[in-house]
């Protein structure tokens, strides 16, 4: 309603009631999954929680309870960067190049899979170059450890 009284007052055409109005951007494929199985965001808020968890946990030094937390986020394929970022750290100050390289491919299978949300692909399309050089150098750990 508002735009509309300031398209009238600055002369834009007010939008168009015969067509429904794009959700935040997505196309009619995106809204249709939004709820469903396939829906990237279904568990969303429950994933930020136990990753909120899991950072408490590491700063009261509860290594392991993180650990477990991430991995589940991982497991369910949580879009953002940050529990993959966090888990390949701690298994990297433990010195486990295996571990931290399946959690960054994981990363990067999940971003080139097709599966996240735009703007949760956009994000991670910035920080696959970040990701791809922890890859390498989790690789060249394992390969010729010293």
Known sequence: MVLRRLRSIFGGNAPSTQE???LYGL???EREMIGTEEDP??????????????ERAV???DTERAIHLYE????????????????ASIYERRHNPTEALR???????????????????????????EFEA??????????DPQ
């Open 20 to 22: 429904p109005s794009p």
């Open 72 to 87: 589940i986020s991982i497991s369910e394929e949580f879009v953002g960067s940050h529990p993959y970022e966090r888990l």
């Open 134 to 143: 922890r890859i390498e150098r989790y690789r060249r750990a394992i390969h």
């Open 103 to 129: 959690v960054c491919t994981a990363f990067t299978n999940l971003a080139a899979s097709g599966k996240m949300p735009r703007g949760a692909q956009r994000s991670a399309d910035r920080k696959l170059p």
């Open 59 to 61: 700063h009261n030094g």
């Open 41 to 54: 965001l279904r568990n969303f808020e429950a994933a930020m929680q136990r990753n909120e968890e899991a």
């Open 27 to 29: 196309d009619e494929e």
